[in-house]
């Protein structure tokens, strides 16, 4: 699934039909969630230590298991994750929980994050240690505009999110769609 592709085409129709404004409402499943977060997901972070030395947080094979619209004021999501410290000798699988948030992103504009509440990683000498505020956040489907070929001739879509809230068995992002003819060539 081009999650890209289904939107352009929505935006074309919506193009079509409508002449200015549109609301759109984009759901992303388990599946949809995986498949994103594969391709978004830094593989390690680099940790800044004292004396200037630094220890790498690899994160492998990050993935949804499940959806907790109870976390926080816009719900979250559960996971499974294997954290590797190559330079403590660490390797472990670990059930993080992400909370989705929305922010101010300037210029009266929001954004999505997924971002890591909670990863215990359990050490023999010190027990439980928790490396969530390690891990960077993860921006769901980032503004952008793009140019649409429309009957009319093209035209210029800029998303804006409105709001974003999980299900039980996905994340519901709400998106404004500004639609202006595009300038230009």
């Known amino acids: 699934m081009n999650l890209r592709r289904t939107i352009a085409t929505f935006c074309f129709l919506v193009a079509a039909v409508s002449p200015a404004t549109a609301r759109i409402d984009v759901t992303l499943d388990q599946e949809s969630l995986n498949g994103l977060l594969a391709s978004m997901a830094p593989d390690h972070v680099e940790v800044g230590l004292a004396a200037g030395r630094s220890l790498t947080i690899q994160m492998k094979d990050l993935a949804v298991t ?22 403590l000798g660490i390797d472990l699988p670990v059930t993080p929980h992400l909370v989705l948030e929305v922010s101010d992103a300037g210029g009266g504009r929001k954004a999505s994050v997924l971002r890591f509440d909670k990863v215990l990683i359990n050490l023999p000498l010190t027990g439980p240690v928790d490396v969530a505020a390690l891990l960077p956040p993860l921006s769901l489907l980032p503004d952008g505009a793009w140019v649409v070929n429309s009957a009319r001739g093209k035209v210029r879509v800029q998303p804006t999110l409105v709001d974003a809230k999980t299900g039980a068995k996905n994340i519901r992002l709400g998106y404004t ?8 060539k």
């Open 177 to 184: 769609l500004d639609l202006a003819p595009a300038e230009g």
């Open 66 to 87: 499940g959806f907790d619209p109870a976390a926080g004021p816009n719900g979250g999501i559960v996971a499974s994750l294997r954290v590797l410290v190559p330079d």
